[in-house]
Every structure is written in C-alpha cells, then in structure tokens.
C-alpha cells in the first residue's frame, strides 16, 4: 500500500489510492457504530417528517411548558424579551424596511420546529425535553403563528400535513445566473465615474464599540 | 514585481503619485530628522534593556504577545446579541499582516457556548447510507492516512452583515473581523465516507457538533468527497477549544457556518434536513421578499486593513496600504485600489503565498501629501468574478439579506491621516 505524497497530488489517482488504502478493514481503524450509539445521538428531523419519534401534544399543554420553560427569554407569546429571539408574528414584514422572521412568517418547514426545540432549547439545558413535550410545545409555537387552531393535538401522523407560510418562496443559490455581471472581463480602471460624493458616514451613527462609553443600539444583524 | 530589498532606498517610481501633486510632494515631503541638532535619547541614553538581564527562557511556558501589544485582541459588540454565549468576537484585522491569523486572534462564533471536551471522550461517528456505520476514537482520527495540511480562510456569512443598510461600524474589525485564515491538519472526509461505504442513493451529509447547541449543517455529497476536511490542528497546535477541540470540519471557500467544530457525527442522507441554520438563518433575504437558499460560496472580497478606523496614518510622506482579499471560489488573482473614491484604480501587488481559498495579502506603497483619501480595494479571483460595489449588490439583493455583504468598502482617510468607515456615490 502506497502512502507516497504523491497519491494525493494527482487529482484522478486520489480516489482510487484512497480506496484501496482508507476502507475500514484496510486500515483497520474505527469500530462499527452500535444501534443504540447511533440513536443516542441521531434526533434529526427531517422536513419529510423522517426521524420524527412516536408521541403527540396538545397546544395547551404546550402553553403550559412554554410558560415554564421558554418564556423568561421568548416572552409568554413568543414576542421576545429584550434581545431574546421572537418566536411569532411579523407575518407580512418580509418586503419591510425591518423585517421580523419567525417561524410563522419566515420558516419554511414545520420539522425544523422540532429538530431545533428538542435539540437546542431551553437555551441552556439542551435535549432535557421529552418527545412529548416537543410535540407540545411546537403545537403551542404553530398556534402562536396562526397555522393550528387553540384545540389541535399535534402527533407523528399529522406532522407532515402542517405546513408553513412561507415555504413557496425559498429556491436555491442562483447568483452564478443573476450575477452573471459581476464577472466583468475587464473592470473599469481610469476615468470611472466624473464624481464622487460621500453618502454615509458610521460615525453618525456611532455604534462601534469603545471603551467606557455606550453607543445606541440598532438591531442586530448577526445572526 | 515591485521587490524592495531591506534596507534599498526607496524607489520613488514605485510610489503612486497623486495626480498634479508630484511637485507639492516634495516640499511637505517628510525629510528624516538628519539636520536636526539634538540627539534622540532613545539612542544617547542606554535603556535598562540593553544593560539589566532580562527574564529566562521558560518565563512563558507558553508564549504571549509583547505587553506593548495588549490591545491586538477580540472584541465583542455587545449589542448584537442578547447572551455571550450566542454572539460572535471579532479578529483584528487592522493589527495584523501577512495571511495567517494567529490562533488566540481567530473570530470566535458560538451558539451554546464554548464546549470543553476531553479528547479521550470525543467520538466521531459515520452512519445513515453507509454500509457499515463506523465509530472512530481521536487516536484511530489521527492514525488515518492521508493526512494533509491546508491554508483556508473562514468567513461567516453574517461578516459585514451589519453594513447592508450603510455604513455602521468604524473598524474593519468590525466591518471584516468575522474571517480567520490558519494551516489545517486533517484528514480528507472523504477517508471516512469511503471507509464506511456511502451507498448509492446517498446526496447530502449532515454534520453535528458536541456542543450544547448541537449545531447541524447539511453539505452536498459532492462537496464533503471533494475538499472537505476532518482537521484537529491550526497553525501546527491543537485545535483552540473556542474553534472546534478536538476535532473541526474544514468545508473551504463555504460560509463558516458549515465548517462544524467539536464535530461529532455525520450521517449520509437523500436530501437536506432543513436545520434550522439553513433555514431560519443563513439564507437570504431579497428585495422581493423571497429567500435564497443554499448560499454556500463566500465570493471575492477584500478590505484595506491599513490605514483603517481602528489604523490611522501617522505621517505624510511614504505609506503602506496593505489589506487582504480571498475568493470562495478559487484564488485571488488582482486586486486593484484606487485612493479617489473608485475614479482611478491601481493594481496593488499582491506578497506573499496566493492559495485558493486562502486570505492573500496585498500592498500598494503610496507617497501621501496629505490629501483626503477616499481609499477602496477590489478583488478579482480565477474565476473572473470582480468583487462589486455595494450599490452593485444592493440593486440585485436589496438591503435585507444579511449574510454574503462582500461589497468593496471605503474608508475616508482626513488629512490628519484619520479614518472613517463611509460610503461613497
């Protein structure tokens, strides 16, 4: 078996050098991944609902749950406390100056509720939920955004059939089409424009942090 | 081109000379101080470095910067985000030069916190469509063949984020400091996935971090048996536990989300999951109100480092602009700056090691008399995509989609050698 650095640096070779070399029996590393390790960790949920574990919940349960455990940082309505995220609403700003995306307005799949809840939140005690208690509290979370009425009991079954607002107007990266200029043979480089004027200064908005002083506070745009 | 030797005198032709001012030049030319009468203490007085012992060699087991360089670090903008835990530092890039960032100086972006693991406890696991699921200890990691090493940049998507709607935030460590640039060691992903057998109707992989944010990134087949590397090491040390310790996925040129650090488990799949940070986050929001998914690419981008806000000039006379430009797309092949607000460019010569996907570095040595500047740089990758103004984006984009602003930046330089992040017509 050739180990030879130049295994690598032919593009065509590399795949077949590497799988004579790299199959686990022919490098004899790793062990087998038992069923029980890989649902430990395996939780995803997928926007076909493959992965969704068996249970159900209601949406006044949720409320309940959300109550204890969400709303501290999501406020009781999801509206957000502070800088905490907000959960619900904003249906409609999307083409704003300001637009506010939350599941209901800006979430195209149901089953990123889920995933993301049980395996994220509460913000800081993450995966403590109980699949029945997911079930619930994205019940809650659907019917604060308008897409479940009050007494709808969310189960494995049903998941599939609730859908999202917004899902129609996610498509894929098309830059390579829609910015097709930007990949200009030769760009400008004497006599480019007659003039230039300064549009936009940061310093009257004076944001930039500095120390011992406390500048206004835009919103946030890191996601 | 453009070589200076040490110690050469410098070459008056090699400097840009402003338009009409060669002459003025001259005159308000700094002159070194050799007609000056008094003798500068600093060379007449011997300091006590040069006669007292200074500390052993183990004074820092592990070394740290000059106390001279105490305000080369991070720095957070705590208005952003509610909890530090979520949030992001910054790199300051206005302080360093060449292409590699040092490890203690690489932006930070968590989404739960720093995870401390001990790497006898870290497992990384291959399932989903594979023929055999497969489980791999840190030490069976670094006993793989095909171990390489890769110079890559990581940009956040959300890096000049803030500047969508004009301009913010006076430093490019602020505007830019959202990208680090190391040497990885690793072994190729594809070592694993072949080593578990990915089955035919496999497309997508999910990769899954440890941390306490379980952060999840879907990647195209093609991609991860492509480039993508299972890395433990930056910059020849282990991986900084704020970047991933003990283990990392280096996915290059890709929006760093994507690169998974503390990464734990890949499971191969027929399609994406719609993680929530493919989803809720890292798309792109347009003028129309619909959303781009799948951004993965960060393109051609650049900004001058020096003389920036946080960089001022200090003195007339010769000057350095130096900045540093990277494509996700391929390597950077020009990089042209203009000092008059984007009339007139020069071609900036680039130094130094030109990697694909890695952050290059460009100079232009400039003679300045003072004169406002209105200074930019522009990026041209292999591909021959020229990174555009930001009024260019804006008509495509409009000002709502956060992530992917590689638009050029400007910096007002006054004629006190001050600058200020601005936008021009």
């Known amino acids: ?100 995306k939350t599941i209901g307005s800006f979430w195209p799949d149901t089953s990123t509720v889920f995933d993301y809840v049980h395996r994220a939140m509460p913000f800081g005690a993450a995966q403590t939920l109980q699949p029945d208690e997911v079930y619930a509290i994205v019940a809650y979370l659907l019917y604060l955004n308008d897409v479940v009425p009050d007494d709808y009991v969310l189960t494995k079954e049903n998941f599939p059939t609730v859908a999202l607002p917004n899902r129609p107007n996610f498509y894929d990266d098309d830059r390579e089409t829609t910015e097709k200029a930007f990949w200009k043979a030769t760009p400008c480089m004497k006599d480019c424009k007659p003039k230039v004027e300064i549009t936009s200064h940061a310093a009257v908005l004076d944001v930039t942090p500095d120390a011992g002083k406390e500048g206004d506070k835009p919103a946030g745009a890191v996601e | 081109m453009n070589q200076m030797k040490p110690g050469s005198r410098v070459d008056r032709r090699r400097f840009l000379t402003l338009a009409g001012l060669a002459g003025a030049c001259a005159a308000v030319g700094v002159q070194p101080a050799a007609a000056e009468a008094t003798p500068d203490p600093d060379i007449v007085n011997l300091p006590p470095w040069t006669q007292a012992l200074g500390a052993g060699v183990n004074n820092h087991p592990y070394g740290v ?111 830019h400091g959202m990208i680090h640039n190391v040497v990885y060691t690793g072994v190729p992903l594809r070592a694993f996935l072949e080593a578990a057998g990915v089955k035919p109707k496999g497309k997508w992989v999910l990769a899954e971090g440890a941390d306490a944010s379980a952060m999840t990134r879907s990647i195209p087949l093609e991609k991860a048996m492509d480039d993508c590397l299972v890395a433990w090491a930056m910059n020849g040390e282990a991986l900084r536990p704020e970047q991933g310790y003990p283990l990392r996925l280096v996915v290059p040129g890709w929006e760093g989300n994507m690169w998974i650090k503390w990464l734990r488990r890949i499971e191969v799949g027929d399609q994406p999951w719609g993680q929530r940070e493919e989803t809720s986050k890292y798309t792109d929001l347009l003028a129309d109100g619909r959303s781009r998914r799948f951004t993965f690419i960060m393109d051609a981008k650049s900004v001058v480092t020096s003389p920036s806000p946080q960089a001022p000039l200090h003195a007339r006379g010769p000057n350095v602009i130096s900045g540093v430009a990277w494509s996700g797309r391929g390597t950077v092949t020009r990089v042209d700056v203009t000092l008059d607000g984007g009339k007139n460019w020069t071609t900036a010569r680039i130094e130094g090691p030109a990697l694909p996907r890695s952050m290059t570095r460009f100079y232009l040595d400039v003679d300045w008399n003072g004169e406002e500047l209105l200074l930019q740089s522009r990026a041209m990758d292999d591909t021959g995509y020229v990174q555009p103004t930001k009024a260019e984006l804006r008509a495509v984009r409009g000002v709502n989609s956060i992530y992917h602003n590689n638009g050029i930046q400007t910096w007002l330089v006054r004629s006190n050698g001050e600058a200020e992040n601005v936008e021009v017509s």
């Open chain 1, 1 to 100: 078996m050739s180990r030879s650095a130049r295994s690598f640096a032919v593009a065509g070779a590399v795949l077949l050098a590497f799988t004579g070399l790299a199959s686990a029996d022919a490098v004899k590393l790793g062990r087998p991944a038992l069923p029980e390790e890989i649902k430990a960790w395996d939780i995803d949920v997928r926007p076909d609902g493959l992965g969704l574990p068996e249970g159900q919940g209601s949406v006044s349960q949720g409320e309940e749950l959300f109550q204890n455990n969400c709303a501290a940082c999501h406020g009781e309505f999801g509206e957000g406390v502070g800088r905490w995220p907000v959960l619900a609403g904003g249906q409609g700003t999307l083409t704003s100056e300001r637009p506010e």
């Open chain 2, 65 to 175: 910067p000059s106390p001279f360089e105490k305000d080369v670090v991070r720095r957070e903008v705590t208005w952003l985000t509610a909890s530090s835990e979520s949030s992001v530092s910054f790199t300051p890039l206005y302080a360093l030069d060449g292409i590699i960032t040092p490890n203690g100086l690489c932006f930070v972006r968590h989404h739960g916190g720093e995870a401390e693991i001990d790497p006898t406890r870290h497992r990384f696991m291959i399932h989903g469509l594979v023929d055999k699921p497969l489980v791999f200890t840190m030490e069976d990691i670094k006993r793989m063949p095909g171990r390489t090493n890769r110079v890559y940049f990581l940009e956040c998507a959300a890096n000049s984020g803030m500047e969508w709607r004009g301009a913010q935030l006076n430093g490019c460590q602020y505007t």
